[in-house]
């Protein structure tokens, strides 16, 4: 690959929720035995940064496993990387409910450029939002959001949709412009053939995809020149093969990656798109017919 725009780091697999269609525990109950919890320190996120990061035009702190803002070395990744990269774009992407007022005044004083954003991941109201994401506190999100808004940083309210909460879509999309956010964007989770046990119902009668025939894939890793960093400082292809790696529900859908190690994943997975094969999560992730892109139905600016 040519050089690197774009780095997506896992800065830690810690998080203080248990949502339904996570990774990081099995259908949200209880800790998957595929990772150990635990944060890249900030020396090694330092080391593991191997690409020139003077050519960096994004970094954002998301990952498969855990919440960005439970990483209590955050903000000091941020000013490394700001002191380096001042026009880097940084990005982070959240359930909102952790750490406290002062926090999050700092965090808005150093995401100051003109893209710097925070997602804030909120599916619902008060009485709803707890339903995916369960054990996150509806005041506290609220709280958190209200203190780095008024402090000039730019949020993103990003709402996954389901049945119990698909009638209070508007509402939301209302509440964040009165809160003052930047954005507001609603999707449907694509996730129901991983997480087909669950208590929850999709907007609409899921109807089974079968991406195994499908070849024409467009690698969203190699448009957008990235590179995704997990917890551990393991080097992966991207986070969607990083995902289905760890994720227990239907692991036999990914065999193919599962026989691999990471190491051997970074090469192999392009070796297998340029022979016409690639893995089922890539047919899933960036086919160009039917891919995750897909999930989104509302992408509001509104400020």
Same mark, same amino acid.
């Given at each position: 690959m040519t050089k690197i725009k774009e780095l997506h780091i896992e800065n830690t697999s810690l998080c203080n929720a248990s949502c339904v269609m996570c990774a990081r525990n099995i259908n949200g109950q209880g800790i998957a035995h595929t990772f150990?919890?635990?944060?890249?320190?900030?020396?090694?996120f330092q080391t593991k940064i191997t690409v020139n990061i003077t050519h960096l035009e994004k970094v954002f702190f998301c990952g498969t496993l855990g919440d960005p803002c439970a990483d209590n070395n955050l903000l000091d990744k941020i000013r490394w990387l700001k002191s380096i990269r001042p026009s880097c774009v940084v990005g982070i992407n959240t359930n909102?409910?952790?750490?406290?007022?002062?926090?999050?005044? %700092?965090?808005a004083q150093l995401l100051t450029g003109t893209y710097d954003y925070v997602v804030f991941s909120i599916d619902g109201l008060e009485d709803t939002n707890h339903i995916y994401r369960t054990g996150v506190q509806w005041h506290k999100i609220i709280t958190n959001a209200s203190t780095y808004i008024a402090n000039g940083g730019s949020a993103h309210w990003d709402m996954l949709v389901f049945d119990h909460n698909k009638h209070q879509v508007d509402e939301c999309k209302q509440l964040a412009d009165t809160m003052g956010f930047t954005w507001f964007r609603s999707k449907e989770t694509d996730r129901w053939d991983q997480y087909s046990e669950t208590h929850l119902n999709p907007v609409n009668v899921y109807e089974h995809i079968d991406y195994t025939n499908i070849e024409d894939v467009q690698c969203e890793r190699n448009a957008d020149r990235s590179e995704f960093i997990g917890y551990t400082g393991q080097t992966w292809p991207c986070c969607h093969i990083a995902e289905m790696y760890y994720a227990v529900p239907n692991r036999s859908m990914h065999t193919d990656i599962l026989a691999l190690t990471?190491?051997?994943l970074m090469?192999?997975? %392009?070796?297998?798109?340029?022979?016409g094969d690639p893995f089922y999560v890539c047919k899933r992730s960036c086919g160009k017919t039917l891919n995750k892109k897909l999930q989104w139905k509302q992408e509001i600016q509104l400020r």
């Open positions: 150990h919890p635990g944060s890249l320190s900030f020396s090694d909102g409910s952790i750490q406290n007022a002062k926090w999050w005044t %700092q965090l990471p190491t051997e090469t192999e997975y %392009q070796t297998k798109l340029d022979i």
